[in-house]
């Protein structure tokens, strides 16, 4: 046996000789990247992605709406920030999709049931302070909810928990931007 250690001392081996790594490997093959060392509950862990991926999808919608509609002497800046936030949404959507397909699940985009499946909320304005508000609510929302994400996936599901980690932290960046533009614009009270 060629096992090596995490850790000098460490109980559990890290890595499994070849040829047990070989063998399992060629067990269920039909599961894809699910082997027998993932530690998480696959069911649980797309129920959450399903939500997650509405969520992104709401922020899309959002921020597109708010992109388009927002108006007055210096909304340019604001309509671009919002239209880039979108762009940003949907990519992390996209993310989750293919992370929801991966562990088997079908990515649920049915538009019926968006807003019920998502943390952030759908709300329209025409008023910028608003939407900039709004918009921030959202990514507070978003924030906290992946962080405790992150800490959910832990090292039972490495995979889910990066994504989730690069995702959290662009949603952190957003929460930034759009209290940038609350100030700038006079928005907090």
């Known amino acids: 046996m060629n096992d090596v250690s995490a850790k000098a001392g460490s109980a559990r081996p890290f890595l499994s000789d070849v040829k047990t790594l070989r063998a399992q490997a060629r067990k269920h093959i039909e599961k894809g ?5 993932y530690g998480g509950d696959i069911k649980q862990a797309i129920d959450i992605l399903q939500s997650v991926l509405a969520t992104e999808l709401v922020c899309v919608l959002r921020y597109t709406q708010h992109s388009i509609v927002a ?12 239209a880039e936030h979108a762009r940003e949404e949907q990519g992390h959507a996209m993310e989750v999709a293919e992370r929801i397909n991966q562990l088997g699940g079908a990515p649920d985009f049915n538009p019926q049931t968006l807003t019920s499946r998502s943390a952030a909320e759908y709300s329209t304005s025409d008023d910028l302070v608003a939407m900039i508000r709004e918009n921030l609510v959202a990514e507070r929302i978003a924030v906290e909810h992946y962080r405790e994400l992150v800490r959910y996936f832990g090292d039972n599901d490495p995979a889910t928990r990066v994504m989730i980690e690069g995702i959290l932290s662009k949603e952190e960046e957003h929460a930034s ?8 614009h006079g928005g907090l009270s």
Do not use: C
Not at 33 to 37: A, F, K, N, R, V
Not at 177 to 184: H, N
């Open 33 to 37: 990247p699910i082997t027998h060392s």
């Open 71 to 82: 108006t007055g002497l210096s909304s340019e800046g604001v309509k671009a920030e919002f």
């Open 177 to 184: 931007d759009m209290l940038d533009l609350l100030v700038k």
